[in-house]
């Protein structure tokens, strides 16, 4: 055969085709997510096959995680992501947008927005948007405690000492607790040398992170912490004796979770990115985060908590009115610090 011009590159066109198809590898995209890495993926899980029914080719991987791990992992990347989106608080939100890892969501890009709460998107400081939320509360054994505490000031009355849980700060539960406590007792939110002073009157064991925390209260190891509120719900729901309170003085307390978007993805993410937060913003995803096991607390006016939520949940008018988060953004920066102070203080627990 003459090879000619047309020869040749006909060719090679057909030989790149076979190798790589460009229809083909346009339609198939993984998306990668950090998660929970327990059963509160499920309304995640479940949105993400909502994205891949809408487009096919499309599929969501969900891996669990500190988002601390995850924006460590983003940093040393130095090019391609590992992750292209995450569910993400908002101490965590503050933390990243220090470390310029986070895209910024358009909001007019993501239409279910209208119908959430006005109370929930300042959480997500103009970058991410909120989804549901996490209370922080007080989890108990109910063989060991009949009259829980329902205040933090309740935890110095001397009948817990020895006998209670603290999480480590570098986990958004343990940082927000200690906020809490300097609160209850008139002191700044960021002032955590004074926590964490309160919290060594208590003698506490500690757990590195909340899901050993539940672990340590269903061993019998002690016999309350601080817990979020799904932790508790999952662990109630597996028919272990586990109690909660909707611990006041502040609160109840709530930590909004939040979809981010990260720095360095793929070509076309951002569109997946927002039609999928669209979808979890649906009333049939958020109808399901609320409901058993998880009873995720919703973002979308209108949609009503179980009646098996209300212990976790706040529901009634007098607990939606005096609902409120922590002030993230003044003790967040601290993180770091408090950490050392606090692995230093609490070495021998």
Same mark, same amino acid.
């Given at each position: 055969? +003459?090879?000619?011009?047309?020869?040749?590159?006909?060719?090679?066109?057909? =030989?790149?085709?076979?190798?790589?198809?460009?229809?083909?590898?346009?339609?198939?995209?993984?998306?990668?997510?950090?998660?929970?890495?327990?059963?509160?993926?499920? $309304?995640?899980?479940? @949105?993400?096959?909502?994205?891949?029914?809408?487009?096919?080719?499309?599929?969501?991987?969900?891996?669990?995680?500190? %988002? %601390? /791990?995850?924006?460590?992992?983003? +940093?040393?990347?130095?090019?391609?992501?590992?992750?292209?989106?995450?569910?993400?608080?908002?101490?965590?939100?503050?933390?990243?947008? =220090?470390?310029?890892?986070?895209?910024?969501?358009?909001?007019? +890009?993501?239409?279910?927005?209208?119908?959430?709460?006005?109370?929930?998107?300042? #959480?997500?400081?103009?970058?991410?948007?909120?989804?549901?939320? /996490?209370?922080?509360?007080?989890?108990?054994?109910?063989?060991?405690?009949?009259?829980?505490?329902?205040?933090?000031?309740?935890?110095? %009355?001397?009948? #817990?000492?020895?006998?209670?849980?603290?999480?480590?700060?570098?986990?958004?539960?343990?940082?927000?607790?200690?906020? =809490?406590?300097s609160e209850a007792f008139? !002191?700044?939110?960021?002032? !955590?040398?004074?926590?964490?002073?309160?919290? !060594?009157?208590?003698?506490?064991?500690?757990?590195?992170?909340?899901?050993?925390?539940?672990?340590?209260?269903?061993?019998? /190891?002690?016999?309350?912490?601080?817990?979020?509120?799904?932790?508790?719900?999952?662990? @109630?729901?597996?028919?272990?004796?586990?109690? #909660?309170?909707?611990?006041?003085? $502040?609160?109840?307390?709530?930590?909004?979770?939040?979809?981010?978007?990260?720095?360095?993805?793929?070509?076309?993410?951002?569109?997946?990115?927002?039609?999928?937060?669209?979808?979890?913003?649906?009333?049939?995803?958020? %109808?399901?985060?609320?409901s058993a096991p998880i009873y995720?607390?919703?973002?979308?006016?209108?949609?009503?908590?179980?009646? /098996?939520?209300?212990?976790?949940? $706040?529901?009634?008018?007098?607990?939606?009115?005096?609902?409120?988060?922590?002030?993230? $953004?003044?003790?967040?920066?601290?993180?770091?610090?408090?950490?050392?102070?606090?692995?230093?203080?609490?070495?021998?627990?």
């Open positions: 055969m +003459k090879l000619t011009r047309r020869s040749v590159v006909g060719g090679l066109t057909a =030989a790149t085709a076979l190798a790589s198809p460009v229809i083909l590898r346009a339609a198939t995209r993984e998306l990668v997510m950090t998660g929970y890495g327990n059963d509160s993926d499920a $309304p995640l899980i479940a @949105a993400g096959e909502e994205l891949a029914r809408r487009n096919p080719g499309v599929s969501l991987r969900i891996i669990g995680g500190l %988002s %601390s /791990e995850a924006l460590a992992q983003i +940093k040393a990347a130095r090019g391609n992501s590992p992750y292209d989106l995450g569910v993400m608080g908002s101490p965590a939100i503050i933390n990243a947008l =220090a470390e310029d890892v986070l895209v910024p969501l358009d909001f007019s +890009k993501i239409p279910n927005t209208a119908n959430v709460d006005p109370k929930f998107p300042s #959480y997500g400081y103009d970058v991410g948007q909120p989804i549901w939320f /996490e209370g922080i509360g007080i989890a108990y054994d109910k063989t060991k405690i009949t009259t829980p505490p329902t205040t933090w000031e309740e935890l110095w %009355s001397g009948d #817990y000492t020895g006998r209670i849980g603290m999480c480590r700060p570098q986990s958004n539960l343990g940082l927000g607790v200690l906020a =809490a406590t008139g !002191m700044p939110q960021s002032d !955590m040398d004074f926590a964490l002073n309160k919290w !060594m009157e208590l003698d506490p064991l500690v757990g590195r992170s909340p899901p050993l925390l539940q672990q340590m209260i269903e061993r019998g /190891e002690v016999d309350l912490a601080p817990l979020w509120h799904v932790n508790s719900a999952l662990a @109630a729901n597996s028919g272990l004796p586990i109690g #909660y309170t909707k611990i006041t003085g $502040p609160g109840p307390l709530m930590l909004p979770t939040n979809i981010v978007q990260f720095v360095n993805t793929q070509d076309g993410t951002a569109d997946l990115v927002h039609e999928f937060t669209d979808i979890l913003l649906t009333p049939e995803i958020q %109808s399901m985060a609320g995720f607390g919703t973002v979308v006016e209108g949609i009503e908590v179980p009646a /098996e939520a209300a212990p976790y949940v $706040p529901s009634t008018p007098e607990e939606l009115a005096t609902t409120t988060s922590l002030q993230w $953004p003044d003790f967040a920066p601290l993180r770091g610090q408090t950490v050392e102070s606090f692995d230093r203080m609490f070495a021998a627990t």
